[in-house]
């Protein structure tokens, strides 16, 4: 028996490793990879992605949780590229740290990225998003279709905003559960994701966006009046542009940069 099919997917990892040599081809073609860019994959796993990324690029970092896999993985890549894994969490981990050479200097990302931490994993991504020059991410379909949502619609919130932001965002396929070791209860979405050279809108402080929307979509049925009630009152939110009684999922990306300014300002000025 192989190390990989001797390996049990560890719950309390959240594995579900990919198998179906479809999916991986479409991924691997969505991506494009190319030997010189410095592509960095989340969770290898077992290796299904790992090694036709590899196979292209010539070279990869990985970064993987699992102490167990990384010497098995390290051994099917012999020969294939140079695969540079790092035992760590992706949840601390500083992508910055790996970025390329003066001629590419920013980083590709890729991953089928656990169902348990996607949402505080992307929201570490964006902090770095700087860094990144595009990112191919394997979701929950919900999270997925929260990431895309516009204002009035049921899944957009706290995690559509701060990522439509910092990136454009791109819904490319959906993949079956029976693409996976062993099948996950839900659909999931392949997702590209790409840092704006400007950003979708202009604010002073990008701390105080990320408290606005955060304290905003907190309770999502109150009012703008009362989620935001303590660090803005409604006269300062009608003088922003925006109406007190508005609901946070009403609203779009310049109403929030506009909270956001009106914030900062209040802040400023004492």
Known sequence: MSSAAAHQPRKRFGQHFLHDPMVIDRIVMAIRPIPGQR????????????????????????????????????ARC??????????????????????GSAANPRLRIAGNLPYNIATPLLFHLLTQAIHLHDLHLMLQQEVAQRMAAGPGDPAYGRLSVMVQYRCRVELLFTVGPGAFRPPPKVQSTVVR?????????????????????????????KTLRNSLREVLDAAEIKAAGVEPGARPETLDLAAFAALSDALTDRRRNG
Do not use: H, K, S, W
């Open 193 to 221: 994701l790409v840092p704006r050279e400007t950003l979708a809108v202009a604010v002073q402080d990008e701390a105080r966006l990320a408290e606005v929307v955060r304290l905003a979509f907190a309770q999502r049925r």
């Open 39 to 74: 592509l960095v994959e989340i969770g290898p796993g077992l290796g299904a992605l790992t090694i036709p990324l590899l196979r292209a690029a010539g070279e990869l970092d990985a970064v993987e949780l699992d102490r167990d896999l990384p010497e098995p993985l390290q």
């Open 78 to 99: 012999q020969g294939i590229g140079t695969l540079r894994i790092y035992q760590a969490d992706a949840l601390t981990f500083n992508f910055a740290a790996l970025r």
